[in-house]
């Protein structure tokens, strides 16, 4: 079976940088689209960006627009969400996904159906 698991998190002050890496292992064929997602106490989860595997196309969500990138090592079968210039509003724990999809269906509304445990970012003022 498939699986994912996300590293990288952590503290940081507002302004701050950090890395998320999501590895997959196992039936990584099953595969082609990869997305974060967050979710903050009190809040619903909210998806921010997705990557086409097959391609590398990326869609980011218009509030990390300009400060997060997604992107990819196929060698390594990992997924990486750099996050820049983060502010408070970005504490959350943040979350991995797979799914085997159409290019035009990978996007943070599909229906991801493999998820990873999650890994917390809090960022301080």
């Known amino acids: 079976q498939l699986q994912v698991v996300e590293s990288g998190g952590g503290s940081v002050q507002a302004g701050g940088s950090l890395r998320l890496s999501c590895a997959a292992s196992g039936y990584t064929y099953k595969r082609n689209c990869m997305a974060w997602f967050r979710q903050a106490p009190g809040k619903e989860r909210e998806g921010i960006a997705a990557?086409?595997?097959?391609?590398?196309?990326?869609a980011l969500v218009d509030s990390v627009k300009g400060r997060f990138t997604i992107s990819q090592d196929n060698a390594k079968d990992t997924v990486y969400l750099q996050m820049n210039s983060l502010k408070p509003d970005d504490t959350a724990m943040y979350y991995c996904?797979?799914?085997?999809?159409?290019?035009?269906?990978?996007?943070?509304?599909?229906?991801?159906?493999?998820w990873g445990q999650g890994t917390q970012v809090t960022v301080s003022s």
């Open positions: 996904a797979a799914l085997l999809a159409p290019k035009d269906q990978c996007n943070v509304e599909s229906d991801f159906r493999i």
């Open positions: 990557i086409y595997i097959i391609d590398g196309t990326t």
